[in-house]
């Protein structure tokens, strides 16, 4: 090596050691921040994270835990709040132009304020039927079925790669510069890397072809059964004009938002009733005396009646928590969270995970506990769940969600008989995630088997399948 690119090595390696000391330096001490209690390595440097969320696999959340339980916490106040979202959360999810990740708060509230009728009280009792049918997102918003709970173990392509995106958006969110390469990453070496990821790539063409051919002829949404996300956001009366890429990202956010949050709500209350037999019993007599005829559908406004039925909605909302990884926000302006000035430009988090689990809310949080909500007063315990978060960014899909719970709870424990059986998992003290509660193809995910005795062989169709490890 010549004395001159010597020279020029030491050059570089005393530039960044300057630039690293110097950043280090102002971080510690000199930063706004600085005086903000919490871990140093955290104040100097993103690794800190990335260390929790791609090393430990999803461990940030209950890393937080530890540091709220020793420096102290603020969510609700970030609740109440009406910051931005923030980009380096949200652009990982590859669909800019959503609702859900656009972080420019007036287009996201365009375009879901031309979603919201779909998505109405008085929409979803106009749809029941659909719902009682059933396969509910994809048919709800799409009119169409992908059939995935009709494949074995439920391992439809789709929910594989569901199931995988969790790891992929992290790395993107804690190196961005991977985003270019994954885009552009040929299909031959993608199959090696992440076959999941290819099973999505199928998916979202599907979505894409139906869009062209609306696209190609609106027309074609009058000889759809009922509306569908598209009548609202391509249909003749529509006033502001929807690009194709918004259609697409829109399309995959409504389903993927529209899953995981909905079935993890159902396993884990499943999971629960099933461990703790009293409480089980108690919801069947109450379906069993509200619902006696099996031959005839029971109306969502009458589910919705029953107190022990959304008792248990209410506490398996609760421990599902909806999206377990806190949700970053802009500050917009200087501010004081907690009595601690925070300028603008400060990014901070809410979690559902700490709000849930709060003892001074919920007494014994990790306990499922319906009766909870059934006591006398529980204004407090309505404030503080937040499962679909709130303020102006919050789920586009809460009354669509809350039908499906009702629809599913009440229905399977109707027409079905389930027993735990092979499962030792202890799910009550899980809180690792990728934005959603489950860590991917782990040992310990959270996952019960359960014996399903259809208690009714009637006219309608009951999705009985027994589950194995
Ligand atoms: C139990 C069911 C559900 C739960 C717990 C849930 C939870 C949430 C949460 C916590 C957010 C806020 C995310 C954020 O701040 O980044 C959200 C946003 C959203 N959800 Fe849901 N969701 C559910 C069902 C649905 C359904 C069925 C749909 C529609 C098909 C849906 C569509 C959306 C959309 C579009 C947003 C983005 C809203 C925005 O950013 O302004 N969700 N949901």
Not at 50 to 56: E, G, I, K, T
Not at 115 to 141: D, H, M, W
């Amino acid at each position: 090596m010549s004395g001159f690119t010597l020279h020029c090595l030491a050059l570089l390696m005393a530039s960044v050691t300057t630039y690293v000391v110097f950043v280090t330096v102002h971080r510690l001490f000199l930063h706004p921040l600085a005086k903000v209690p919490g871990p140093k390595m955290a104040a100097i440097s993103g690794l800190y994270m990335a260390y929790y969320d791609l090393v430990m696999l999803g461990g940030m959340v209950e890393q937080l835990e530890v540091l709220h339980e020793k420096y102290g916490k603020a969510f609700d106040e970030i609740y109440r709040s009406k910051f931005t979202k923030e980009a380096w959360f949200y652009d990982p999810f590859l669909a800019p132009e959503s609702s859900f990740a656009c972080v420019d708060p007036r287009k996201a509230k365009i375009q879901k304020d031309i979603l919201r009728p779909l998505f109405s009280r008085k929409a979803i009792l106009k749809l029941e039927n659909v719902i009682q049918r059933g396969v509910i997102i994809t048919t709800y918003c799409f009119a169409q079925s992908f059939e995935a709970i009709d494949f074995p173990k439920f391992q439809h392509p789709m929910i594989i790669s569901l199931d995988s995106s969790g790891f992929m958006i992290f790395l993107m969110q804690h190196f961005p510069f991977v985003i270019p390469f994954i885009l552009g990453i040929p299909r031959w070496l993608a199959r090696l890397i992440s076959p999941d990821s290819l099973e999505m790539q199928f998916f979202l063409k599907t979505l894409e072809a139906q869009i062209d051919k609306i696209l190609a002829n609106p027309t074609m949404l009058e000889s759809e059964e009922h509306p569908t996300v598209y009548h609202h956001l391509i249909g003749a009366d529509v006033e502001v004009k929807v690009s194709k890429k918004a259609l697409q990202d829109e399309s995959a956010v409504l389903l993927a938002a529209g899953t995981d949050t909905v079935g993890n709500a159902c396993m884990i209350g499943t999971f629960h009733l099933l461990s703790n037999r009293p409480l089980k019993d108690k919801l069947v007599s109450e379906l069993r005396a509200a619902w006696p005829d099996l031959d005839s559908p029971l109306s969502l406004e009458k589910l919705e009646k029953l107190p022990y039925l959304t008792a248990v909605i209410k506490e398996s909302l609760r421990l599902s928590h909806g999206v377990v990884s806190p949700l970053p926000r802009i500050v917009p302006f200087d501010t004081i969270i907690a009595g601690i000035p925070v300028p603008a430009g400060t990014v901070v988090a809410m979690g559902a995970t700490f709000m849930h689990n709060n003892p001074k809310v919920f007494i014994d949080p990790k306990k499922f506990d319906p009766d909870r909500w059934l006591q006398p007063n529980t204004t407090e315990l309505e404030e503080n769940l937040v499962p679909f978060s709130k303020g102006p960014r919050s789920c586009l899909g809460v009354n669509l969600g809350w039908a499906e719970l009702y629809l599913i709870f009440s229905n399977i424990f109707r027409k079905t008989d389930m027993e735990l059986f092979n499962t030792t998992y202890d799910i009550s003290h899980e809180l690792l995630a990728y934005f959603r509660l489950l860590r991917n193809n782990r040992e310990d995910d959270i996952k019960f088997s359960a014996y399903m005795t259809p208690r009714y062989r009637g006219k309608q169709r009951v999705y009985a399948k027994m589950l194995d490890n």
